[in-house]
T-cell receptor, first 110, second 114 residues
């Protein structure tokens, strides 16, 4: 019973294209929504995060869109590069604990 | 890696044996976490600690115990390892800055239970 549902499981995008990963949640007590990036053999690393009182946050080529009423949020990777090939996890925080989505493996073809 | 070290990096053990994984931090952070990562499940919280000798269960705590006798060390013990506990285990520490929070993860321990 994953508290954060993430889709798709994997995606392939051409260099320069846009990658979009979606997440949904039910628990309205969640108060912070980070995205983590993980490369093979490494631990996840924080990529970008948003609070529910903001509808969009952009950092470089990465943008989070947040829809509080729909209880959904998404990560957009603009101008995707081969170095963006990694697994991405959305997460949601409640009471100092993060619940993670199942992850999306992104492959960027050169 | 934000002063967090996990040991061992790899371990192979047999069903029924006890196993202890160690997480060491040099950051003096209050919160420490143990997660397991499995394909199709993402990262699932096993146990966490909010101070010395203060621990609590996560969503997949059955078969695991933890201890934290010092701020810098958080131990995860598999009391009697089972094949279903074959996984990659990650320790994390939490750095809070105002209303935001950042988890720093260790490099992981690949555990195989045969």
């Amino acid at each position: 019973q994953q508290q954060v549902k993430q889709s798709p499981q994997s995606l392939i995008v051409q260099k320069g294209g846009i990658s979009i990963i979606n997440c949904a949640y039910e628990n309205t007590a969640f108060d912070y929504f980070p995205w983590y990036q993980q490369f093979p053999g490494k631990g996840p690393a924080l990529l970008i995060a948003i609070r529910p009182d903001v509808s969009e946050k952009k950092e470089g080529r990465f943008t989070i869109s947040f829809n509080k009423s729909a209880k959904q949020f998404s990560l957009h990777i603009m101008d995707s590069q081969p170095g963006d090939s990694a697994t991405y996890f959305c997460a949601a925080r409640n009471d100092y604990k993060l619940s993670f989505g199942a992850g999306t493996t992104v492959t960027v073809r050169a | 890696d934000a002063g967090i070290t996990q040991s061992p990096r790899h371990k192979v053990t047999e069903t029924g044996t006890p196993v202890t994984l160690r997480c060491h931090q040099t950051e003096n952070h209050r919160y420490m976490y143990w997660y397991r990562q499995d394909p199709g499940h993402g990262l699932r919280l096993i146990h966490y600690s909010y101070g010395v000798k203060d621990t609590d269960k996560g969503e997949v705590s059955d078969g695991y115990s933890v201890s934290r006798s010092k701020t810098e060390d958080f131990l995860l013990t598999l009391e009697s390892a089972t094949s279903s506990q074959t996984s990659v285990y990650f320790c994390a520490i939490s750095e809070s800055t105002g209303s935001n929070e950042k988890l720093f993860f260790g490099s992981g321990t690949q555990l195989s239970v045969l």
